[in-house]
């Protein structure tokens, strides 16, 4: 084959979505530039391809015995998806940009950001912030199920909590630990208080000794939590609030400008006090659904500010 129909075959074949035959392309691709007498190229493509094999062979070897315990997704948001104060999104672009360059920090004995605490109310972007940096970093996302964790494993938990650090150490990604204390739900409250804050310390101490090469996300919604002890293990803190009024404006916006031109977002703004970026969201596509479906309606102040005052019933009795 000629240089160009490797090239074409190769794009096909990542296009459709058949790594094995990207694979094999490859391969004969080294070939061909081995009888060229072009080596080292031909070594090169050939250790690419061995190394890509050694990663696959890992998460095989890893994923039965915490089957049900972490989601994998590779999520397809960037930073332009979250609004937010400048100094969150400054925050996100730092943790991204020092990954990005920790060999360069690491030349000067420095280490990246990559134990990071959210926290903040429910539906301000917290967990739309780990996506946005899997993504950025084209990194998997792993998302640990604590509480399945705890249920099923009752007073094994850390044992299970080392089987994800040993992950965390061995395949490198971003690790999310989503609303991590809490755990157990209710009933940690009463009978499973010990179990649960056996279970803290030990995500914390695990937390501590992790020296991977991955990023490790933890959320929580609870301030009593943040105190410096929780604090000092972490490289980086990002507090999240409710919008104000430049974020409120912003998300209006971004959710409906194309629907209609004619809305006056200014006059929506006082009458969405106390909710999230996620209720805004959320009562923004419902009044984008009604105008779709009924035909009779028309995407005006009115109909936003009805499902503003639905949304606002639903959540805030
Ligand atoms: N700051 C934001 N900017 C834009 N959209 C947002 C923002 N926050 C939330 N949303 C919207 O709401 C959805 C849910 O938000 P997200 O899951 O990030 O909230 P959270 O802070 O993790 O809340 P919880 O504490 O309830 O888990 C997002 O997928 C997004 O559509
Ligand atoms: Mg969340």
């Known amino acids: 084959m000629a240089k160009a129909d490797y090239i074409i075959s190769l794009i096909k074949s990542h296009y459709s979505n058949e790594p094995e035959r990207f694979t094999t392309i490859?391969?004969?691709?080294?070939?061909?530039?081995?009888?060229?007498?072009?080596?080292?190229?031909?070594?090169?493509?050939?250790?690419?391809?061995?190394?890509?094999?050694?990663?696959?062979?890992k998460t095989k070897t890893f994923a039965p015995e915490l089957q049900g315990l972490i989601l994998e997704n590779v999520p397809a948001v960037?930073?332009?998806?979250?609004?937010?104060?400048?100094d969150i999104k400054s925050k996100?672009?730092?943790?991204v940009s020092e990954f990005v360059q920790r060999d360069k920090l690491r030349k000067h004995d420095l280490e990246n950001r990559r134990k990071i605490l959210l926290s903040g109310p429910p539906g301000t972007g917290k967990t739309l912030t780990a996506s946005?940096?899997?993504?950025?970093?084209?990194l998997p996302l792993f998302t640990i199920l604590m509480d399945k964790m705890v249920t099923k494993y009752m007073g094994e938990t850390s044992a299970k909590l080392r089987q994800v650090f040993d992950l965390i150490e061995q395949k490198q990604g971003v690790y999310l630990f989503d609303e991590f204390d809490a755990i157990g739900g209710e009933r940690s409250r009463d009978n499973d208080v010990g179990e649960m804050r056996r279970v803290?310390?030990?995500?914390?101490?695990?937390?501590?000794?992790?020296?991977?090469?991955?990023?490790?996300?933890?959320i929580t919604n609870n301030k009593a939590l943040l105190d410096q002890a929780l604090f000092r293990r972490f490289d980086d803190v990002i507090l999240y609030h409710l919008p104000d009024e430049n974020e409120k404006l912003a998300l209006l916006k971004n959710r409906l400008a194309q629907f209609s031109k004619k809305l006056k977002f200014n006059d929506?703004?006082?009458?969405?006090?106390?909710?999230?970026?996620?209720e805004i969201s959320l009562a923004c596509i419902d009044a984008i659904k009604e105008t779709i479906l009924n035909e009779k309606q028309i995407m005006s102040n009115q109909?936003?500010?009805?499902?503003?005052?639905?949304?606002n019933a639903a959540y805030h009795k």
């Open 303 to 311: 109909l936003v500010l009805k499902a503003i005052k639905d949304r």
């Open 200 to 218: 803290l310390n030990s995500f914390l101490q695990f937390i501590e000794r992790d020296n991977s090469d991955s990023l490790i996300i933890a």
């Open 92 to 95: 996100i672009v730092r943790i």
């Open 268 to 278: 929506l703004l006082p009458k969405i006090n106390g909710l999230s970026h996620a």
């Open 132 to 138: 946005i940096i899997a993504n950025e970093l084209k």
């Open 78 to 86: 960037n930073l332009s998806d979250i609004i937010a104060s400048d």
């Open 26 to 57: 490859a391969l004969q691709i080294a070939a061909h530039e081995a009888k060229l007498g072009h080596v080292l190229v031909a070594n090169e493509i050939k250790s690419i391809i061995d190394k890509a094999k050694e990663t696959k062979y």
